[in-house]
């Protein structure tokens, strides 16, 4: 049932995400071709479009916290035993939780003050746009505190939990170095069979 619904949420967040992206980008190449071709535009494009690119930022924060793919340290983490591990990982989750507080705070304060204003090309309340940080406090608090659960009540999770994505350039590097190894292997079999 939990993961059923997990995996709704990811579709749902990625259809958005995808929609967005899509609406950017019709924007903004229609208002080109109209600019260039016939000398006009669409008036409210730019607008439409930095508003999309702001919730498709903070759709892919939530994203990227899911699937562990936000930016950290592990140096330390690595030398720590299990045990260890588990209580910095909860410990570092609960200063998440408390920063994600004061960001639903300050965001729902800063929406309702801004009900009245209004966006000046498209004329969509600015409430549409501080609402995102509503929307991403909630959603990344729903993420954070599912880890917190599964550190608690899967200590063998912990490894997956705080497993840190490897940079591009040490990705890059492991694959040379595995495709430079393979050919020398592959050259000592050969005489090594020969023999």
Request: glycine share 8%; proline share 3%.
């Amino acid at each position: 049932m939990l993961r059923r619904i997990g995996k709704l949420l990811d579709t749902t967040l990625n259809v958005l995400m995808a929609v967005a992206l899509a609406f950017m980008c019709i924007l903004v190449f229609g208002n080109v071709v109209l600019r260039y071709g016939f000398n006009s535009g669409i008036t409210w494009s730019e607008e439409m479009s930095r508003f999309l690119f702001i919730w498709l930022s903070f759709f892919g924060a939530i994203g990227a916290l899911k699937d562990n793919n936000h930016l950290g340290v592990d140096i330390l983490l690595k030398k720590l035993p299990p045990r260890a591990k588990q209580v910095v990982f909860i410990i570092s989750n609960a200063i998440i939780l408390y920063v994600l507080y004061l960001l639903l705070d300050g965001s729902w304060k800063i929406t309702l003050s801004s009900i009245g204003s209004r966006a000046p090309a498209t004329g969509l309340p600015m409430a549409f746009i501080y609402g995102t940080g509503l929307v991403v406090s909630i959603g990344m608090g729903i993420v954070t505190l599912f880890h917190i659960y599964q550190a608690l009540f899967r200590p063998e999770a912990i490894d997956e939990l705080t497993r840190m994505k490897e940079s591009e350039e040490e990705i890059i590097a492991v694959a040379h170095s595995e495709a430079t190894e393979l050919p020398q292997e592959r050259k000592q079999d050969a005489v090594g069979g020969e023999r």
